[in-house]
């Protein structure tokens, strides 16, 4: 009636003593957090159990006896509450009304405030108890369950990987439990199990009698914290029986009631192994009641919010960090992490404020402030594990080989379990899993800096003294790490997961398949972005290393035979011919004086010919071919000509030569070569100037534009910059984490661009090797980069993505084509692209816009490459249809189809004048060509195997070559010169019966022709006597004057 809703009231006279005990024991326990209703009961129970045998007569005062008529076993006191009021109000509390769930626990011990009031994905210990927020509920459960008098020997606290159980014990429990209890914090070591962590602190004597000394000794309750309990299931010690031994040991404990210690147990284990934990207690029969079971649930709004604004709460913490909170800040942030129900919201929350203090700390030093766009600004960078994962691995990008190589990510599942938790690992294992890198430590090291590893063990894990260890820094990582690395396409783990697949059938000394080229090359690549190979590894790679080399060897013994059929199909032409020359001079037999003085001619021309002057031999061989002549007998005539024009042979590689080309000023040619080197040559001479050394193959080599300097890319993942005049390396571009394929210089000269396997174009200082810019987004290998003319833009020729083109900001990507791009090159004003498909088109593009101009359709292959004339009117694109086009670059109009190659045309580019084209083929010939009519100038053959490249000089006078067959070589270009050797067949002095058989002619016009060529013949030779091979200019000097002499002879 008086609006009161719980009252505690008796009706009769109590003794005094028995009124003070109890009011004692309520208001203790309202004081210690303990609901109303609760309270109340303790005390009542507590006060019956010392009046045992004397109760109710014992709660009265001396002056007023047992009243007549209340029963012998009533209670004089009650509680009574309102209607309606009466489930609240037995639940209320004083933490409860004064918002504080800590309220009524023991302070924490005097302790120094740690350095920063947040710990990013590092578990919180003892010394951060004051900064541990968000757990107040569970701390307070726990403190309640170990202290109360007649709890459970053992308390089993669970939940979820990432929860925070292992924080709650070190910087929640234990501290508070210091001044009343003796505590032990005890992570599980993994070499000794749960029986043997608990032992090695109890002593080896009996479990039971040593806990009880160990009471009487410190005159209280020893408690003991047993962490990552489930580690006894899922990493059990060997042989087997650790979670028999630990019941064994529970059972000494706590079997008997009488000898239990005081203290608890207090065991800590992932959620998943509850079932196996209670068949544990269940089957020692040991005490199991509800309240000794607490679980450890995702932070909930309350936490979460109590967690941001936990530093700020207290003047100590405000003058010792500084901080302030915009007011609306923490329900925002609950909100928005409460949203993500998938994620583990304790390591998410950990991370956003340890990144918010560290952007705050910058801004304001000494007051930093939470504020709103603070908060909006970090959450555009993703809130997410799986971004903080993301973000760690681009700081990482100081060292992006590590990353790129999938090196980083081995290491991070190194730390890992195959059930997806965080693993300890020793330097001792690390070293050894990563033998071959000597730089793992340093790597350690950076993924401990960036929070993802952490120092090893747990408090009180047993470690050696001479090896520290390492963990993943959260369990939580571990899933993503493990998904990240089975589904990386990265090297190493291409290379591991190629091992994996093939090593089993060499295991245990056995042998079985090898690796093709293309497999053994992909394990080199990742050799470096995995751990150390195993034994049987090592003779896998071993043996297919042979067994390639030995197929290469196959090949080089089949080309070598195939040159000696040709060889022998040309001698046995020779001996045909040979045979029909006889059976005409025997058919000639009444003319046997005339024709013996032709023969003494021909021995003076063959003794002309012995003067090393091939373009005689070339020229009698063409006079003499048949309409059916074989393609080998059209191979002799295309060598004998071509050996007419080759300078020289530049010899010295050791393996295919991919790349060559003169220096600006004609003076030098440089190449490429797989044998780990390129090379300067004197382009006069044939002598080599500069070896330029690397570690693995070369792919290419080129001048600076004042051919001072030469850059050169190669599979060892560098390029380099060198002395051209002493081949002396000037800078090292290093980064790339995949082999460079392509570099060059930007047209002043100051900046080289690089693609790499990496995925990545590259801008470097020439001068310093300093990285300026870093093009991503990639999806596969970058085949080629170049600059523009103006050196302003970039373009990428990506593999597997249209190319693009770089400037500033998000790139132009020349979409349309449908198969892969092989090659582009802008146009020499650096308006248009020219691009080149497996889809058997070339396309021109505005280079501004990305809108295609024109698309280049004829080919029926693949197109190889594409490049513009010097005047930009034109296109030349080649193909594995065995032709190159030349076409128009206005309308894509088709002008010439160059046909004659018998194999598919590598590469092909204008001459400085615009009037040729060289092309290079897998025929393993060069030829020139008319770039007007398509017609054939010049075969430049002599190669061997496959020729890789070809381009003129500056002048225009001579090409070079590179060919797999490990040489490059000059040729003259002259085209007087070689359209000289091609007019002169008419000119060479054979037997009026050849004429007439061979060429038609008739008696009258032989003979007459036959006259005039012995006439004039001898002043050819004269002048050619002497003459170095190639030399064009004394050809041509020879050429027209045995013109001059025929023409007046005739």
């Known amino acids: 009636d008086a609006g009161i809703p719980v009252v505690i009231a008796t009706s009769q006279a109590i003794r005094d003593s028995v009124a003070t005990e109890l009011s004692a024991r309520f208001y203790q326990a309202l004081a210690a957090g303990v609901p109303l209703g609760s309270a109340f009961a303790d005390a009542t129970s507590a006060v019956q159990a010392a009046l045992t045998g004397d109760l109710p007569k014992g709660t009265y005062a001396d002056s007023h006896p047992h009243p007549p008529g209340v029963g012998q076993e009533s209670w004089p006191w009650d509680l009574k509450t309102a209607p309606g009021a009466e489930e609240d109000f037995r639940r209320w509390s004083l933490p409860g009304v004064a918002q504080d769930l800590l309220f009524g626990l023991p302070s924490l011990p005097a302790m120094d405030l740690p350095r920063s009031p947040f710990k990013h994905l590092a578990p919180f210990a003892r010394e951060d108890a004051p900064v541990f927020f968000g757990r107040g509920r569970e701390i307070r459960k726990l403190y309640e369950e170990v202290t109360r008098p007649d709890g459970d020997p053992v308390v089993l606290l669970f939940g979820p990987t990432g929860a925070g159980k292992s924080s709650l014990l070190r910087a929640g429990l234990l501290p508070r439990l210091e001044a009343t209890h003796e505590v032990h914090y005890l992570p599980r070591d993994r070499a000794l199990g749960l029986a043997g962590t608990l032992a090695r602190a109890l002593g080896d004597e009996d479990a039971g009698a040593a806990w009880r000394r160990r009471e009487e000794t410190a005159g209280k309750p020893l408690t003991v914290i047993l962490d990552q309990a489930e580690e006894a299931w899922t990493r059990p010690l060997a042989p087997g ?596 498909s497996l889809d058997k088109t070339a396309r021109i593009w505005n280079a501004a816009t990305g809108q295609p101009i024109a698309t280049l359709t004829g080919h029926t292959d693949g197109v190889e490459a594409a490049s513009f004339s010097p005047d930009g009117t034109r296109v030349v694109t080649t193909s594995r249809d065995k032709t190159a086009r030349i076409w128009n670059a206005a309308t894509g109009q088709p002008i010439a189809t160059l046909i004659g190659h018998t194999d598919g045309v590598e590469a092909a580019s204008f001459s400085p004048d615009g009037t040729r084209v060289v092309t290079a083929s897998e025929d393993r010939t060069s030829r020139i060509w008319n770039a007007a009519t398509g017609q054939t100038i010049a075969i430049l053959t002599g190669h061997t195997a496959e020729v890789s490249a070809a381009s003129f000089s500056p002048d225009g006078t001579r090409v070079v070559t590179a060919s797999l067959d490990n040489t490059a070589r000059i040729w003259s270009a002259a085209p007087e010169y070689v359209q000289g050797l091609i007019r002169a067949r008419t000119a060479l002095c054979l037997p009026v019966p050849f004429r007439r058989n061979t060429l038609g002619e008739d008696q009258r016009e032989a003979e007459r022709h036959e006259k005039a060529c012995q006439a004039c013949m001898p002043k050819f030779f004269a002048l050619l006597k002497g003459v170095p091979r190639g030399d064009a200019q004394a050809y041509i000097t020879a050429w027209r004057a045995y013109r001059g002499c025929f023409d007046d002879a005739w």
């Not at 079932?275 to 309240?291: G, M």
């Not at 520290?468 to 493990?482: E, G, I, K, N, Y």
């Not at 291409?494 to 090359?521: K, N, P, S, V, Y």
């Open 241 to 836: 029986g650790e979670v028999e031994g630990f019941a064994a040991v529970l059972r000494t404990l706590f079997a008997v009631r009488e000898t239990r210690p005081k203290g608890r147990l207090v065991l800590g284990f992932r959620k998943e192994w509850l079932a196996e934990v209670l068949q544990l207690l269940d089957a020692e029969k040991l005490p199991r009641a509800f309240q000794a079971l607490i679980e450890v649930n995702h932070l909930d709004r309350d936490a979460i919010e109590e967690a941001v604004r936990g530093p700020a709460s207290s003047e100590r913490l405000r003058g010792q960090y500084g901080l302030e909170v915009d007011p609306e800040l923490p329900a925002l942030i609950a909100g928005d992490l409460i949203e993500q129900r998938a994620a583990t919201i304790a390591p998410i929350l950990q991370i956003l404020l340890t990144q918010m203090w560290t952007a705050a700390k910058a801004g304001q030093p000494a007051s930093p402030r939470f504020t709103l766009d603070l908060y909006e600004s970090l959450k555009r960078r993703g809130l997410l594990l799986d971004d903080f994962l993301d973000q760690k691995l681009r700081e990482l990008r100081g060292r992006p080989e590590t990353v790129d190589s999938g090196l980083v990510l081995d290491l991070l599942f190194f730390h890992t379990t195959p059930l997806g938790t965080a693993e300890t690992r020793s330097a001792a294992e690390v070293a050894e899993r990563y033998r071959h890198i000597p730089e793992i430590p340093k790597l350690v090291k950076q993924c401990q800096d960036l929070y993802l590893l952490a120092e090893g063990g747990q408090e009180g894990e047993a470690k050696e003294s001479h090896d520290s260890t390492t963990r993943l820094a959260h369990d939580t990582l571990a899933p993503l790490v493990r998904r990240r690395f089975e589904s990386s396409d990265l090297p190493g783990q291409r290379a591991q997961r190629i091992l994996q697949q093939r090593a089993e059938e060499w295991t245990g000394g056995r042998t079985g398949e090898t690796l093709g080229e293309h497999d053994l090359a992909r394990v080199e690549e990742g050799k470096d972005g995995m751990r150390a190979r195993t034994p049987d590894e090592e003779r896998l790679v071993a043996a297919s290393q042979r067994r390639v080399a030995e197929s290469r060897i196959q090949v080089e013994r089949r080309r070598r035979q195939r040159r000696l059929l040709q060889l022998a199909a040309v001698v046995a032409v020779a001996l045909i011919l040979g045979a029909a020359s006889l059976s005409l001079w025997q058919w000639q037999q009444a003319r046997a004086a005339e024709e013996r003085a032709r023969d003494r001619a021909y021995a003076a021309l063959g003794n002309n010919l012995e003067e090393d002057h091939q373009t005689e031999a070339a020229l009698v061989a063409l006079e003499v071919r048949q309409p059916d002549s074989t393609p080998t007998a059209e191979s002799l005539l295309h060598k004998a000509l071509s050996d007419s024009v080759q300078i020289t042979t530049l010899t010295g590689h050791t393996a295919a030569v991919q790349a060559a080309s003169f220096s600006p000023d004609g003076t030098r040619v440089v190449t490429a070569s797989y044998d780990q080197t390129a090379r300067i040559w004197n382009a006069a001479t044939g002598q080599p100037i500069a070896t330029l050394r690397h570690t693995a193959a070369v792919q290419a080599a080129s001048f600076s534009p004042d051919g001072t300097r030469v850059v050169t890319a190669s599979d060892d993942k560098t390029a380099r910059v060198w002395n051209a005049t002493t081949g002396q390396p000037i800078a090292i571009l290093t980064g790339h984490t995949g082999p460079v394929w392509a570099a060059s210089f930007s047209p002043d000269g100051g900046q080289v661009v690089t693609a790499s396997l990496d995925q990545t174009v590259r801008i470097w200082n020439a001068a310093t090797g300093q990285l300026i810019a870093t093009f991503t987004g990639q999806t596969g290998p970058v085949f080629a980069a170049s600059f523009s003319p103006d050196g302003t833009r970039v373009m990428a020729v990506p593999v597997d993505q249209p190319p693009r083109i770089w400037a500033t900001g998000r790139p132009i990507a020349l979409t349309g084509h449908t198969g892969a791009v092989f090659a582009a090159s802008f146009s020499p004003d650096g308006t248009r692209v020219v691009t080149a």
